[in-house]
């Protein structure tokens, strides 16, 4: 079992005190990898909350761009983002708030056709 770095027991220690998480836990969510399917309304505002939790890796699946319309209920992006694919937005912006996490961009649709490749491997 890794020990924790210096900074990963500074950032995580509020998780790490608490008895229902504790260091086991958070080892576990540092190895779990979770997809998660639309980086829309839902997913953009569930993104950050994971990354800063310390989930080890997201594969984030999305075959959409940033617009407009989506900066007043999507805040992981900005008018900076506007016609990028919010894949690519999204990992950047994670990176910024936990580089513990690592995010594996999927720029597609989920369909029941290739649902087995794009969600297999994953926990959550």
């Known amino acids: ?28 969510l540092l190895g779990a990898r979770v997809a998660v399917v639309g980086a829309g309304g839902i997913g953009a505002g569930l993104l950050p909350w994971l990354a800063a939790a310390g989930v080890g890796r997201i594969r984030l699946i999305d075959d959409d761009q940033v617009s407009l319309s989506n900066l007043q209920r999507q805040t992981l992006f900005t008018a900076d983002d506007i016609g990028a694919p919010k894949v690519e937005r999204a990992v950047r912006a994670l990176a910024r708030i936990n580089p513990d996490c690592a995010v594996e961009p999927v720029a597609v649709r989920l369909t029941p056709e290739n649902a087995r490749e794009l969600l297999g491997g994953t926990d959550v």
Not at 9 to 27: D, N, T
């Open 1 to 28: 079992m890794t020990p924790f770095s210096d900074l990963q027991l500074e950032r995580y220690a509020r998780h790490i005190v608490l008895p229902e998480i504790g260091g086991a836990g958070q080892r576990r």
